[in-house]
Structures are given as structure tokens and as C-alpha cells.
């Protein structure tokens, strides 16, 4: 009984040393104490922290419109109308006329900026439309404003308090841009992203439909984050 009794009062006065400091005229061991514990507090809610922050990048075989995260992004152009592709499947399975509507409001987008609307009748909560670069041999700073396609549209992720985001492979279609330089700069920009933000978790996934795209991504996926 003696002992569990002193247990307990040490418990408590560990409890209360956290919570609100060693009490005035305490003795020494107890402010000792307080410093350890203060010290051992503070390191293993770092270690939550870093658990609970898990941010990640994946690729996954799967229609962009079927993806159940916070956002997806559409492979925009600057005009932000319905287009074919990724960027038809968005907006049919949305609702072609309230996004069509929902978009002319915005009145447009400049390449390699994003843009946000309410995803509608889609699993995914909101559309980031991000316009990417046409690719004209790499002379026209397709590389950069592609890079800015991807960052301008997790910022927009971060600053709407989205934490899970599909993106398709922006300006590989009818754009023209060369698959293993996309999905480097695709890459790059998420790893940079998610580098820049380390007290922020997001979820990124790249849906693909076709499977040597989707092995080029997960090659240079290998190389850059080392997954």
C-alpha cells in the first residue's frame, strides 16, 4: 500500500510539474524533474508529429474521376472551356453545365497558374483546373510553367485546407509534352511541394489509364523520392 501510494503522488506531481511548472520553494529534485520531463515531452511529440504528418505521392491505374479525394485537377486550357480528354471526363461527370457555368465566371486561366471550382456531381469535393504548357521543343519555358501548373495547384489544395488531391499527367495529351519529361517535372513538383511544407499533410495521386505511362512515372517516382 506504502509504495502504490508513493507512485501515485509521484504521478501526480510529474502530471502537474507539465502542466503548470514546479511550484515555488519545491525541492530541487522536483524542478530536476520538471526539466526532464518537459525535455521528454517535447521529444516524443516531435516523434507524433512526424508520424501523424505523412504526406505521400502514388500512382494508380484509375479513371481521374473515380479517385474519392479532397480535389482532383483538371488538364485545363486558358480559356477553361470543356475540352476532350481528362479535361471532357471532368467536366461530363461534374455536370458539363454548371462547370462550363462555374468556369466562365472565372473568366480563365493563364498557363502554368490553377484556378478552383466545386467539383459537383463528382466524388471529389472541388476541381482545380491547372493549365499546362503546349509543348513547342522545350524553347518556350514549357519545363517552368509546367512546374507552375503543379505548384500553383497544391497551393491552392493548402490554402482551401485540402489534404488529399488527384492530378492527371498535365500536358501529356493533346499538348504534346514528352511522357518522361512530364512526369519529372510532375514529380519533382510534388516532392518540392511537400519539401517546402513539412507541418502540412497531403495525399497526391496521379491517376493513369495506360500501363507504360504509368511505369515511366513510377521509374522517375523511384528516382526522385526514392519509393
Known amino acids: 500500500m506504502f509504495h502504490t501510494c508513493v507512485c501515485r503522488?509521484?504521478?501526480m506531481i510529474l502530471f502537474l510539474c507539465i502542466r503548470n511548472g514546479p511550484v515555488a520553494g519545491s525541492h530541487p529534485v522536483v524542478g530536476r524533474f520538471y526539466e526532464i520531463s518537459c525535455r521528454l515531452l517535447s521529444f516524443f511529440q516531435n516523434i507524433i508529429m512526424q508520424v501523424i504528418i505523412m504526406s505521400s505521392i502514388e500512382i494508380q491505374k484509375i479513371g481521374i474521376t473515380e479517385l474519392n479525394t479532397d480535389a482532383?485537377?483538371?488538364?485545363?486550357?486558358?480559356?477553361?472551356?470543356?475540352?476532350?480528354?481528362?479535361?471532357?471526363?471532368?467536366?461530363?461527370?461534374?455536370?458539363?453545365?454548371?462547370?462550363?457555368?462555374?468556369?466562365?465566371?472565372?473568366?480563365?486561366?493563364k498557363t502554368g497558374n490553377a484556378v478552383i471550382t466545386p467539383?459537383?456531381?463528382?466524388?471529389?469535393k472541388y476541381v482545380i483546373h491547372a493549365v499546362g504548357p503546349q509543348w513547342s521543343g522545350g524553347e518556350r519555358n514549357e519545363p517552368k510553367l509546367l512546374y507552375s501548373?503543379?505548384?500553383?495547384?497544391?497551393?491552392?489544395?493548402k490554402?482551401?485546407?485540402?489534404?488529399?488531391?488527384?492530378?492527371?499527367?498535365?500536358?501529356?495529351?493533346?499538348?504534346?509534352?514528352?511522357?518522361?519529361?512530364?512526369?519529372?517535372?510532375?514529380?519533382?513538383?510534388?516532392?518540392?511541394?511537400?519539401?517546402?511544407?513539412?507541418?502540412?499533410?497531403?495525399?497526391?495521386?496521379?491517376?493513369?489509364?495506360?500501363?507504360?505511362?504509368?511505369?515511366v512515372g513510377e521509374e522517375t517516382l523511384r528516382e526522385i523520392v526514392g519509393k
Open 149 to 157: 501548373a503543379y505548384k500553383q495547384s497544391l497551393l491552392l489544395a
Open 9 to 11: 503522488y509521484d504521478v
Open 119 to 124: 467539383g459537383f456531381k463528382l466524388k471529389a
Open 159 to 215: 490554402e482551401n485546407e485540402l489534404h488529399s488531391i488527384g492530378f492527371p499527367l498535365i500536358s501529356a495529351g493533346i499538348f504534346g509534352y514528352p511522357i518522361d519529361g512530364a512526369w519529372r517535372k510532375a514529380i519533382q513538383a510534388c516532392n518540392d511541394f511537400i519539401d517546402a511544407n513539412p507541418d502540412y499533410d497531403i495525399k497526391i495521386i496521379f491517376a493513369v489509364l495506360d500501363d507504360q505511362i504509368k511505369a
Open 72 to 109: 482532383i485537377v483538371n488538364a485545363a486550357n486558358e480559356g477553361l472551356w470543356e475540352g476532350g480528354g481528362v479535361c471532357g471526363a471532368i467536366f461530363w461527370d461534374a455536370g458539363s453545365a454548371k462547370m462550363t457555368q462555374a468556369c466562365n465566371a472565372i473568366g480563365g486561366c
